[in-house]
């Protein structure tokens, strides 16, 4: 073994790793941290919102006629439609003769309620229409359409449920709730009230009573029917407006519906029905009329007027959010489902092609340098040495110690390997230490690989094979996690199998490789050299390299059987480091290279394909990714669990595929993923908030400063999976 003192040039000496910077200033860290508490806040607050207000009810539907009543004073059971327990004292109203109260429950509407107003007006008919809180806080202009016609508005829960299954707090908010949507929809409160579910008085039992005299006490006078049409079940106009003709010239409070579903017989009704019964002498009026009130509706006072439309407001932000919401998810899911689909045909095209070699020309045989940069890496260095060393290619192999406290050095050294040659060089980042073995390399071709990784004897042979090909300035190889025992190892070593090789197989049939991964790359000392070296402009050096020598004019190729076992971070915090430094580096690195959108030839290949992929599906989709997991907990609270349950199976489904053909492809053994179910809810949800950090750090313009991740040395090398080559 060689050892060769420092004798680079003074500008690979220099510190060229990431500029130090000072501590950053606390605003940035807390706008790392607020920005997103906020916007998480702010979309809980929003769906939250959302899905009280549009969870769904099935309407009056069946009411409770025909039960026998128990505990009911027989007055109110034998009495009139409208009750009144204000007071301390029990009274009933009945609808005169040849009188008619046209009432409409479950709404407003913005389909069928302007619709029925209409008839109701051109005919000069009044009409009391028992709104839910729901509605009224979505389409609070339809509302305020009716009361500036006169006509008369009452109570119908705020969510339509069955008021004597609730407690006595639910019930109060489900009125309190209803009181502020009419205030700010309409500036009104009301008294009048309709029980969900409710019928006739005789239908009353003891404990729809007792609630009803709780809803006296409060103030409300409660309405019951005379005539149940039942148009819900849409049994033809014709038949509806028999259904709401009184018999005998009696009068009748009618039950009618302006919401809840399809109300077009009910509209058609109503232009046969109010001709028939004022042509039979009948009057139409409200329910105020039939307890003597001028009216039972009250404008509210400012207080209540302004915290009735700021919730009002509240709900209308809230339903063009999760609208907007529910858009993007859409894009996303097709994205998603698109992605999963071109990966796995181009990666079967790219798995059964086989690449001839360009021009005829004879396998690479010749010595290939490999370049090692070590900074602390003791624990590491002597595995990685050692595979390299028994490589059945050719190879020089140089350590480039940067300024390692450790002794990396010495035990690199006292290994006594052949061909091994240890450069000491002051510490100045990793990119200082590749330029550094890069120069004092003795061959054309040359290896790249971090001191954490290990190669399998044929790696180095496989992965100079593409340089046949004069136009080939730089090849990837397949990285693996070296240290899978451990559920967060096994995580990662489905993401590289899935997320990372399978993408370059579609990149390398693209000709956009965005990466060529630090842990196994070959690169042309010419290419090297055109592409400007590597630099220390991004935190991903990688990248940052490769991306130069697409606008350098060089092809880059992918060998998936050129394998090589990395150490992936065996802590959760390790991990977020690390991934934060990536996502922050191929930003600046994208950024960098943007120009390459309007360049020519190669750079412009790379440009318009591979620069929109990586924003896409690296920066645009996984940010928005969160909203799956996110509408599903949404599904699981206010929607249907069970089709949330299915469709988030799907998704996961559709992973699976992916994934299993990706280990299909790699040779891998499929046990692994049993943890992905694991990853999907634990595992991604670190990814989405490492982006969402390196985002924002970007926007705050902070230089993120390099972030060295601590070695365990368990990385092991597994007997060679049976890869197809291609």
């Not at 449920?161 to 709730?177: A, G, H, I, K, Q």
């Not at 790379?606 to 690296?618: C, D, E, I, T």
């Amino acid at each position: 073994m060689r050892r060769r003192p420092d004798r680079s040039p003074d500008r690979s000496s220099r510190p060229s790793g990431p500029r130090r910077t000072r501590a950053p200033l606390a605003p940035r860290h807390r706008f790392r941290i607020v920005v997103p508490l906020v916007l998480l806040a702010f979309v809980a607050s929003v769906l939250l919102v959302e899905g009280y207000t549009t969870r769904g009810f099935a309407g009056d539907q069946e009411g409770r006629g025909g039960r026998p009543s128990t505990g009911v004073p027989r007055s109110i059971a034998d009495g009139g439609p409208v009750v009144d327990t204000t007071n301390d004292h029990l009274r009933t109203y009945r609808t005169p003769d040849k009188t008619v109260v046209l009432t409409f429950d479950d709404g407003p509407d913005p389909t069928w309620t302007p619709r029925i107003q209409a008839v109701l007006d051109r005919y000069g008919t009044p009409g009391t229409f028992f709104v839910t809180g729901q509605q009224t806080a979505r389409h609070p202009d339809v509302l305020r359409r009716v009361v500036r016609s006169g006509h008369e508005i009452g109570v119908h829960t705020f969510s339509h449920p069955d008021l004597t299954t609730r407690s006595p707090s639910d019930v109060d908010r489900e009125l309190s709730l209803t009181q502020l949507a009419l205030a700010g929809a309409a500036g009104v409160h009301t008294s009048l009230m309709r029980m969900p579910y409710s019928s006739t008085p005789s239908a009353l039992d003891a404990a729809e009573w007792s609630l009803a005299r709780s809803l006296g006490e409060k103030g409300y006078v409660l309405a019951f029917i005379d005539q149940d049409t039942n148009d819900w079940r849409r049994p033809g106009a014709r038949e509806i407006a028999d259904a709401a003709t009184p018999a005998a010239g009696r009068g009748a409070v009618v039950l009618l519906h302006d919401a809840g579903g399809d109300r077009s017989q009910t509209v058609e009704a109503l232009e046969t029905l109010i001709p028939r019964l004022q042509a039979q002498g009948y009057r139409f009026t409200t329910l105020a009329e039939l307890v003597g009130a001028d009216s039972l509706t009250s404008p509210v006072g400012t207080a209540d007027l302004w915290s009735g439309r700021i919730f009002v407001a509240a709900v209308t932000v809230s339903a063009t959010a999760v609208t907007a919401v529910s858009a993007l998810l859409l894009a996303v899911g097709s994205l998603v489902l698109a992605r999963c689909a071109l990966l796995i045909v181009l990666a079967r095209h790219h798995a059964r092609r086989r690449r001839p070699d360009p021009g005829g020309h004879r396998p690479v045989t010749r010595p290939v340098s490999v370049v090692i940069p070590a900074c602390n890496e003791r624990l590491c260095i002597p595995k990685t040495l050692r595979s390299l060393a028994a490589s059945d290619h050719p190879v020089e192999i140089i350590v480039v110690d940067d300024g390692s406290r450790d002794g990396t050095a010495d035990l690199a050294e006292s290994l006594a390997l052949e061909n091994v040659t240890v450069v000491r060089q002051p510490n100045g980042g990793k990119p200082a230490a590749l330029n550094t073995g890069v120069l004092r390399a003795s061959h054309d071709l040359v290896v790249m690989l971090d001191a954490d990784t290990v190669f399998a004897p044929s790696t180095v042979g496989r992965l100079v094979q593409p340089f046949a090909d004069p136009r080939v300035g730089a090849v990837a190889g397949n990285a693996k996690v070296g240290n899978r025992r451990r559920l967060l190892g096994r995580w990662q070593h489905i993401e590289y199998v899935m997320g990372f090789n399978l993408d370059r197989r579609m990149y390398d049939l693209l000709h956009c490789m965005p990466t060529i991964p630090g842990a196994v790359g070959a690169f042309r000392a010419e290419a090297l050299r055109d592409a400007g070296m590597v630099s220390a402009d991004t935190l991903a050096e990688d990248t940052d390299l490769t991306m130069a020598l697409h606008r350098a004019g060089w092809e880059i190729r992918y060998v998936p059987d050129a394998l090589a076992w990395t150490e992936a971070p065996s802590s959760l915090r390790e991990l977020w480091r690390q991934r934060y430094r990536w996502s922050y580096g191929t930003m600046q690195a994208a950024w960098k290279h943007r120009h390459a959108l309007l360049e020519r030839g190669p750079a412009g290949r790379f440009g318009r394909r591979g620069l929109p992929l990586l924003a896409v599906f690296q920066i645009f989709t996984p940010l928005l990714a969160p909203l799956i997991d996110i509408l599903a907990l949404y599904g699981l609270v206010f929607g249907n669990p069970l089709t949330t349950v299915l469709a988030w199976c799907g998704v996961l489904a559709v992973q699976a595929v992916c994934a299993a053909y990706a280990f299909h492809l790699d040779g891998e053994r499929l046990r692994p993923l049993w943890a992905l179910p694991l990853q999907q809810v634990v595992y991604r949800q670190v990814m989405y908030l490492v982006l969402t950090q390196a985002c924002l750090t970007a926007i705050n313009g902070y230089r993120l400063p390099w972030q060295r991740l601590k070695r365990s040395g368990d990385v092991v090398l597994p007997p060679q999976p049976s890869t197809r080559r291609t």
